[in-house]
């Protein structure tokens, strides 16, 4: 009988530089004035948390398209020239894992509106609710919104953040 594959609990336990995501997705952060796009999600990878928009990309799809289509997809919002802030490599313990790019627009067409997939929510810049989050996003949402890049890296237990780290661009 072989022994099961250990889980990494620890960053170091993954060798960066081969790792590959099961899936990749994005995140859309949309600005105006003082206050951020944010959804409740409805369905899937964390569903009831807030989050900004994003999904999965389709086959062949940029990840600035898929950044596009999923915010209109979901808040029926067309963010105007997004800009690229960052990437997140999350690993779960149960295997599975997912890239997701981060854009930031601070132009957009179109009122944002409820879907079946999410809720939108124009929140005060200074009142995100960190505690309704991903653990991650207290970590480097403050840093994308601060004008800097970043790349993290994170292992979850479920909804619990056991390891991270987050490399940021500094002027």
Known sequence: ???????????????????????????????????VLLIRKQRGLGAGKINAPGGRLDDGESPREGAIREVQEEVCVTPLDPNHRGELLFQF???YSIHVWVFLATDHRGE???????????????????????????????EMLAGR??????????????????????A
């Open 1 to 35: 009988m072989t022994e099961p594959t250990p889980v990494p609990r620890r960053l170091e336990e993954i060798d960066w530089s081969t790792w590959q995501a099961v899936d990749k997705a994005t995140l859309l952060f949309v600005i105006r004035d003082h206050e």
């Open 93 to 95: 313990i149960d295997g």
């Open 112 to 142: 944002a509106c409820a879907t079946d997939e999410a809720i939108p929510l124009w929140t005060p810049l200074d009142a995100i609710p960190y505690d309704e989050m991903w653990a991650d996003d207290r970590v480097w949402v403050p």
């Open 149 to 170: 890049r970043f790349c993290g890296r994170f292992i979850f237990d479920g909804d619990e953040m056991v390891d991270h780290a987050v490399e940021v661009e500094r």
